[in-house]
């Protein structure tokens, strides 16, 4: 039978249950301040300790993951940590698509999956002088937020810009990505595809936490004027979201689209969990700022099922026992083929 792998952060705890329910090994690659914590959970059968979660592509790692015949399980960290080469690189399977994690990572690629999906996408802004509305600006990557700022014009971009380099925040060779704000209720739709079934299904939706823009609502707008503190989106954590019914219908047609438009542009496609990102406005359109090409942490939320899940499984069902359930599948029946890269 196969094993399930995960870096030590992000969603492997959960990642972990799921494939202990599901009756696999689990193997959980942790950094060695991170190991109290980690031991902490009995459901974890092995740790293999490590200095930097780039030792995952070192040999001596690759051959503990190879003797458990593992499934490595993507995730944020291993996003923000390695680069799409490094993560190419990889040798041991990797769950769903490693090669659209690419496509996640570099703007302008994630920019053209989006708009070959037909997802309504903030306009981009080329360059500073050309800011007339409202824009936030974004570093490369899965920064997770930290940084981002917003800019009503070409000189405030420029003041804000300054004060986050000369706090050391970003650095003055970085390519800033700029696009409108769209204002609304942030909505994080989550899925997964499954190409054993060739079905797309609607796990849930998140919002996520960010400090310290939300922090800002609870200033008097006094104090908030005298502030010259740049603002940033550090997601801190997430909560529960449901949708009116009647989004619904369009929800699953944003994530059909998604699945389409990446089979193809980025062969096998998007197999597995995926989440699409954005804000629906005052007339409840749906504009889409961000996709992940992988699980995203907030799916946490729902470690003992989604509602959504419930409506198709008669069990509970976390993401992480989702992806566990169609790897013993696919293991059972040798298809992993189908469901690695
Ligand atoms: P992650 O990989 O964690 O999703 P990221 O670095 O790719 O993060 P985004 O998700 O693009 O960054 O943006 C971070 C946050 O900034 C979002 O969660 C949202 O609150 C806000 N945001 C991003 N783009 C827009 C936009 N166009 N309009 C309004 N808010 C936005």
């Avoid at 360059?127 to 917003?150: C, H, N, S, T, W």
């Avoid at 609607?202 to 936490?209: I, L, S, T």
């Avoid at 995203?296 to 069990?315: K, Q, R």
Wanted: glycine share 6%; charged share 30%; with cysteine.
């Amino acid at each position: 039978m196969v094993a399930i792998a995960t870096l030590g952060s992000h969603c492997a705890l959960q990642v972990l249950k799921g494939a202990k329910d599901e009756g696999l090994k689990t193997i959980l690659v942790c950094e060695k301040k991170r190991e109290k914590l980690y031991r902490r959970f009995p459901f974890i059968d092995e740790l293999i300790l490590v200095d930097s979660f780039k030792e995952i592509l070192e040999q001596k790692c690759q051959s503990v993951l190879e003797e458990n015949k593992a499934v490595l399980i993507p995730h944020g960290t291993l996003i923000a940590q390695m680069s799409s080469e490094e993560i190419e690189s990889i040798k041991t399977p990797v769950f769903g698509n490693k090669w659209i994690l690419r496509w996640e990572s570099d703007r302008e690629m994630k920019e053209k999956l989006m708009r070959e999906a037909n997802l309504p996408v903030p306009k981009p802004v080329m360059e500073p002088k050309d800011i007339e509305k409202l824009v936030i600006v974004k570093r490369q990557g899965a920064a997770g937020g930290k940084g981002y700022f917003m800019a009503a014009n070409e000189e405030d971009y420029n003041t804000k810009r300054n004060q986050l380099i000369a706090d050391g925040i970003i650095s003055k060779d970085e390519t800033l990505y700029i696009q409108e704000y769209a204002a609304g209720v942030l909505a994080y739709l989550q899925f997964f595809y499954s190409p054993l079934k060739d079905e797309l299904e609607f796990f849930g939706v998140d919002q996520r936490h960010e400090s310290d823009i939300e922090g800002l609502a609870r200033i008097p707008s006094e104090q908030q004027l005298k502030s010259t503190k740049v603002p940033s989106f550090n997601v801190i954590g997430n909560s529960p979201l449901v949708l009116r019914e009647s989004l619904l219908q369009d929800v699953y047609e944003m994530g059909e689209n998604f699945v389409d438009a990446s089979r193809r542009i980025v062969s096998p496609g998007m197999n597995g969990p995926f989440c699409i990102e954005g804000v629906y406005d005052e007339n409840a359109k749906f504009t889409s700022f961000e996709f992940s090409a992988r699980i995203v942490a907030g799916t946490n939320i729902y470690m003992d099922g989604s509602p959504y899940y419930s409506l198709l499984f008669n069990e509970s069902m976390s993401m992480g026992k989702r992806i566990a359930r169609e790897i013993k599948i696919a293991s059972e029946t040798n298809q992993l083929d189908k469901i690695t890269t």
